[in-house]
């Protein structure tokens, strides 16, 4: 089955409306609405780096928005921020960290969100990857408000991850930017011209990968994993996803892992640097102020941020004993518990579970 690129042929019975807005340092973003009934319960949908709303959407099988949409929630939205591979901004160059996001991106589309929907629905949260650290980090930082409760998938304020990454992370910054000169990597780069550095990138990056012959899992692997492959397992996705993975992860500017550099080291999410003075140093810290619910999920193969999200869950419920909620899902990694196959049957139904908890108020 061949799937159009950036469709929406995944979500049917809905009304599927785009809300562009600005952000107050200058971008564009764009809120989708995927709306059945009215509802007072609202979903944002938040996806990772370098993917999009696309991920929550996808065709092949059942996806999160059509199992939140045919279970009771039917007003569900999606924020495509600046990491968006449906934006332009990672390909162009800058110098962007998750400050900027969480000090501009999710407050602006709250706030748009809001407008929409009014000031008294419950909004529930589900975020992915470095959507999921950059919102906990809008909220840690008392920038946004309102919300009923938070699912984060794989990480939140604590990041651990393997030694390859680290290795990564130490040198490949430098490297892309100052020697190879691309200042983003693309899952794309099989695809280039004969012996271009995009072309050799990839062909170098897939001669440590023989677990599959797509080269653009291998580049996702490289870019963000430690395994073999490294976001998701195999067996866990469609056929029809795994031949199209480029298209729900695009390319990604190297500038985000230094800042990735700087919270790993630390071991948890912290100011990259003195831009946004008003922002927390040590955004774990201010977590301890954090009064709304969260589930933290995390495969038990994970390969990308490891046991970030146990160990974050073990903090975070020092604090606040019985508020926050951990799912360890077997047989899972860092992605496919939102893109897996048969997520709707393994994954969804926990986060649906929660959020019915968190809605009522039965806490």
């Not at 929406?8 to 562009?20: K, L, Q």
């Not at 640097?273 to 102020?289: K, N």
């Not at 799912?327 to 994954?347: C, E, F, R």
Request: aromatic share 10%.
């Amino acid at each position: 089955m061949r799937i159009a690129r950036f469709t929406n042929d995944g979500v049917s019975d809905a009304e599927i409306t785009m809300y562009p807005f600005p952000t107050d340092d200058g971008l564009g973003l764009e809120l989708t609405r995927f709306f059945r009934a009215d509802s007072d319960d609202v979903v944002l949908l938040l996806h990772g780096l370098p993917a999009s709303t696309d991920m929550f959407i996808m065709p092949e099988h059942v996806n999160l928005v059509t199992y939140l949409l045919n279970n009771g929630l039917t007003d569900v939205w999606s924020l495509d921020f600046r990491m968006s591979c449906r934006h332009p901004y990672d390909t162009e160059t800058h110098r962007f960290t998750l400050d900027d996001i969480a000090l501009f991106d999710h407050p602006a589309g709250l706030a748009e969100l809001r407008r929409h929907i009014g000031p008294h629905k419950r909004i529930h949260v589900i975020a992915q990857c470095l959507g999921s650290v950059s919102f906990m980090m809008s909220l840690a930082a008392g920038l946004v408000d309102g919300i009923a409760s938070v699912t984060s998938n794989s990480v939140a304020l604590v990041t651990h991850v393997p030694t390859w990454s680290k290795l990564k992370l130490a040198f490949g910054p430098g490297f892309f930017d100052y020697v190879a000169g691309v200042p983003f990597l693309d899952p794309r780069f099989g695809d280039a011209p004969v012996m271009t550095r995009g072309w050799m990138i990839s062909r170098t990056v897939s001669l440590f990968h023989r677990e599959c012959d797509v080269r653009s899992c291998h580049m996702i692997s490289f870019m963000w994993g430690a395994g073999n492959p490294g976001l998701w397992s195999h067996e866990n996705l469609a056929e029809e996803t795994h031949h199209r993975v480029a298209d729900l992860f695009g390319a990604n500017g190297v500038h985000y892992y230094r800042h990735m550099r700087k919270m790993v080291r630390a071991g948890h999410a912290v100011r990259h640097d003195d831009r946004f003075r008003e922002l927390p140093v040590d955004y774990l810290a201010a977590a301890s102020d954090i009064d709304v619910p969260v589930l933290f999920l995390t495969g038990d193969r994970n390969h990308v941020f490891t046991d970030s999200n146990i160990v974050c869950h073990e903090i975070m419920s020092r604090h606040n004993p019985g508020l926050h909620e951990l799912k360890i899902l077997p047989g899972y990694g860092h992605v496919d518990p939102i893109i897996g196959k048969n997520a709707h049957l393994d994954v969804f139904p926990h986060i649906l579970d929660f959020i019915e908890r968190s809605g009522s108020g039965a806490r």
